[in-house]
């Protein structure tokens, strides 16, 4: 992942991995088939498909976590300055720790940090360098993003010629609102 600006602190990589294994997308193959209007299973798998790419693409839109997750970013913080954690809703900060020197990472304390913010959280550190933080994921509210997402993987199954990462025009009106790339 390229050096992403972010308060004056660069994201250099960040990774995800779905909270208690195996998780359920939050809209169901069924609720996008009678959105299409569409019977039978023959369609099945590659709805399933753009169900999960529909929510993948919403939520890198809008840095929203719309399945449980825990997140580990490594962040370079050129000043004592806070800086935002990307994603949200964030639960909880599992550990953050700070590169010390090229092979020796320290973990912080409470003493060393403090964080501010409910749903977006601020981190601001004693420490100036790369700072390696994990922290859990929750789901945000799921009305709009459930409209979103039934649209968006609708649009994909309709336009499967499409160029890859586009959005369909009513989805854009639903997330506009939380759209972090404008």
């Known amino acids: 992942m390229p050096y992403l600006s972010l308060m004056g602190a660069k994201i250099k990589d960040l990774k995800f991995t779905e909270a208690g294994g195996s998780a359920t997308e939050i809209v169901t193959i069924s609720e996008v088939k009678d959105y299409l209007q569409i019977e039978g299973t023959g369609y099945d798998g590659p709805i399933g498909i753009f169900i ?6 919403i939520e890198q839109l809008c840095s929203v976590s719309l399945m449980e997750k825990v997140a580990v970013a490594f962040i370079f913080s050129s000043k004592a300055e806070p800086f935002k954690l990307p994603f949200y809703p964030v639960e909880s900060i599992t550990q953050i720790r700070w590169k010390k020197c090229p092979s020796t990472w320290v973990t912080l304390t409470g003493d060393d940090y403090s964080t ?4 977006n959280v601020y981190v601001e550190s004693s ?24 649209a968006q993987a609708a649009f994909m199954f309709n336009n499967r010629d499409a160029k890859p990462g586009t959005v369909a025009p009513e989805v854009m009106a639903l997330i506009q609102p939380f759209y972090t790339y404008s």
Do not use: D, K
């Not at 999960?52 to 693409?57: G, K, L, P």
């Not at 501010?116 to 749903?119: A, I, L, P, V």
């Not at 933080?133 to 409209?147: F, K, N």
């Open 127 to 150: 420490e100036i360098g790369l700072h390696e933080i994990t922290y859990v994921l929750g789901v945000s509210g799921l009305g709009v993003w459930r409209q979103a997402i039934q």
């Open 116 to 119: 501010y913010g409910e749903n």
């Open 52 to 57: 999960t790419a529909a929510r993948q693409m």
